[in-house]
Structure formats: C-alpha cells, structure tokens
C-alpha cells in the first residue's frame, strides 16, 4: 500500500478500496453506529457514487496500520458497513488500494448493496469523460449548464443541472435542474430538461435552451 496522500480526481477514485485514516468525520460515523475500536487506527472502505449525495465512502472494516506494511483488519462489519457512510469533503487522507492489495484482503467479494447505486440509465452517463470537465466536485452526476432562452432578449444564466440518462444515439442528456434560475427561463428548481453539448469559439459547452 502507498501511504503517502495523493490527490486523486473523482474519477480516479470511485469504485476503488482505500485505506482511510479516521479522521474526526469518521471517528463521528462510528461512534454514532456505536463501531468504534480502540485498537483500530485506520479504516477500509470502497468510494462509490450516491445519485443524491454525492461521492460517498462506504467504510467496510477497521484496521492497524503501519509503515511499508498491509494494513491488518481487526474489525469487519456486517452488510459490507451498511450505514456507516460518509461524503467525500469528510474524508481525511487516504490511500487507495491496488486490486491486487484488495484482493489480499478478501474485500474483492459481490458488491451486491452497489446495484442499488449503479442503475442502468446512469452507467452510460458515469462512462462519459468528456463530461468531467463540467462535473461539480464530488457531485459526479452533476454537470454545470449554460441556461439559454429562445427569448434573445434573456441572458444566459449557469445552472446545475443532476443528469438521468441519455438519448439512444447519445447526442442528448435529460436531467433534473438543482438551482432556482434569477432570469424568468420559463423552468424552474425540479423541472426536467434536455442537456446537450456544443462547440462555441471558446470550446464546448453544456447547454439547455428552453
């Protein structure tokens, strides 16, 4: 295992173990589920994406740690640490593990609770690298969106928008707006619109005319 700290992208991140250390955020998420461990000094968990929440790291089994060494497991929770979730700004530092490093671990089981977060009509969007540019940070499916009205006369406006899916041909994307528009755009907070991408003289852009 690389102890040293590394800033990763989301991307880089999700669907991987890591080892964490328990920060002030977890040592809150344990204690809560009263699953704290005294002989514990570090924790195993696997970052996956929540459609509401965000990027999330879903805490498996505590562990000792030390330098240059596998981390030794001293506790590993029931349901695969059901409940004991927490987002990625809570994250302290970390190392992510190598499949290989995972599997001397046995953590490399049926994820089966994953499919609850990992529907169909999202894959193909969560696939799309061309869409990271435009992704918030630690909200991988949210996107910014330029915001145009056929009314020329209304300023285009930024906005973010929670992607759903796309077209068949993937030339669109359908998703729901997260943000209240100042401008009169004639949509509104919750509503659902098309998404597309664009090339403008200063590069591509998503856009939703309305």
């Not at 589920?33 to 505590?62: N, S």
């Not at 499916?141 to 406006?157: C, Q």
Request: aromatic share 8%.
């Amino acid at each position: 295992m690389n102890d040293e700290t590394t800033h990763y992208s989301d991307r880089e991140i999700i669907s991987r173990w890591a080892v964490a250390e328990i920060n002030p955020g977890i040592a809150h998420v344990l204690s809560g589920e009263e699953q704290a461990h005294a002989d514990a000094d570090r924790c195993i968990g696997f970052f996956y994406v929540d459609h509401e929440e965000g990027v999330t790291f879903r805490i498996h089994a505590l562990c000792r740690a030390e330098p240059g060494r596998p981390p030794e497991i001293v506790v590993n929770f029931k349901d695969h640490g059901e409940g004991l979730i927490l987002h990625l700004d809570d994250m302290g530092a970390y190392a992510l593990l190598s499949e290989g490093e995972a599997n001397d671990l046995a953590l490399l089981e049926e994820q089966r609770w994953l499919i609850y977060y990992e529907p169909e009509h999202l894959q193909a969007v969560r696939k799309r690298v061309d869409l990271d540019r435009f992704r918030a940070s630690g909200y991988f499916d949210d996107v910014s969106v330029i915001l145009l009205s056929r009314d020329r006369n209304v300023v285009p406006e930024g906005v973010w928008v929670r992607l759903e899916g796309q077209s068949d041909d993937a030339t669109s994307l359908r998703g729901t707006l997260l943000n209240e528009p100042y401008s009169d755009f004639g949509v509104h907070e919750g509503a659902m619109i098309t998404v597309r991408l664009v090339e403008g003289e200063d590069g591509r852009f998503l856009v939703a005319e309305v």
